[in-house]
């Protein structure tokens, strides 16, 4: 696995594929691998570059606060130190909080930017729920099983949970087997997500963006739809049926063909075209 400094940092991080560069962020908790069910589809397509962020995988965990903004320029640190000048960016959840951050500081960097289960701003619903991660992780002293019981509820419908168990344990061990994030980071990265704030700043992203939630997602839910699309000027809103805050393992094959759908009419020739 390849390892750049970065921001004072080491940052990890793996590539594969060949075409344009597809950066991937990784959310709450989760180490570059968390896009597996992707990066075997739009590495046909583009070199993927998936990160470890700080705190997380392989990468630097460094005492100190985090926030979504600071994550963000780990991130434009990162493409300096590794030779990228512009990618297409995209990312989940905490990802796609700093996706547009990135996008907002460094509009020179991004191609296009996919938002996928993202926020603008922390509200009086999300950050309690966020609070309840912690105290869970606190509780079990693990960050992996957390994961499994405090945050899969709110990632997958209970109808998956029903109907494919054995797929919902398959996720489980996935969790585990990745490298585990200690509970001190956790505790950071997870203020960072509750503090989060970009509201402001999304006038300032002139990329193309693509803006997706799950129907049934409650944590990043359409509700904040409006507030997304109508400060992104470049943006289109998609809708993800039959999801909940995690389409990317609810939706494999639909989430990919979507999403891929859209990088490939902003891939530079056809961008330039436009």
């Given amino acids: 696995m390849p390892k750049v400094k970065a921001n004072n940092l080491t940052m990890n991080y793996e590539q594969q594929g060949s075409g344009e560069p597809l950066l991937l962020l990784p959310y709450l ?32 965990k460094p005492e100190g606060a985090y926030s979504t903004e600071i994550l963000a ?9 590794a030779g990228i000048q512009k990618a297409h960016v995209a990312g989940l959840s ?8 990135l996008a907002a500081k460094h509009p020179d960097k991004v191609q296009s930017l996919s ?13 309690p729920v966020i609070e309840g991660f912690q105290v869970m992780a606190k509780a079990l002293n693990s960050v992996p099983e957390m994961i499994i019981l405090g945050i899969f509820p709110w990632c997958f419908t209970p ?10 344990q398959m996720l489980a061990g996935f969790v585990r087997s990745r490298p585990a994030q200690p509970l001190a980071a956790f505790l950071q990265q997870s203020n960072a997500a509750m503090a989060h704030d970009v509201s402001a700043q999304l006038g300032r992203i002139t990329a193309s963006t ?26 289109e809103l998609l809708i993800f049926e039959g999801c909940a805050h ?29």
């Avoid at 589809?41 to 392989?58: M, N, P, Q, W």
């Avoid at 320029?73 to 130190?81: H, R």
Wanted: glycine share 8%; proline share 2%.
């Fill in 210 to 235: 693509q803006i997706t939630f799950g129907a049934s997602d409650q944590l990043t839910s359409t509700r904040f739809a409006d507030a997304m699309s109508g400060g992104i000027r470049d943006s």
């Fill in 159 to 168: 109808e998956l949970y029903v109907a494919k168990p054995d797929y919902i």
């Fill in 29 to 60: 908790a989760a180490d570059h691998a968390c896009y597996a069910f992707q990066v075997a589809e739009y590495a046909k397509h583009f070199t993927c570059i998936s990160v470890d962020l700080r705190g997380t995988g392989e990468t630097d």
């Fill in 246 to 274: 995690a389409p990317i393992y609810e939706k494999v094959e639909e989430f990919n063909q979507k999403t891929l759908q859209f990088l490939q009419r902003h891939t530079g020739a056809r961008a330039a075209a436009r």
């Fill in 115 to 127: 938002l996928h289960s993202g926020w603008p701003r922390t509200d009086a619903f999300l950050k």
């Fill in 94 to 101: 905490l990802g796609a909080a700093i996706g547009m951050w």
């Fill in 73 to 81: 320029d780990d991130v434009a640190s990162f493409m300096k130190a």
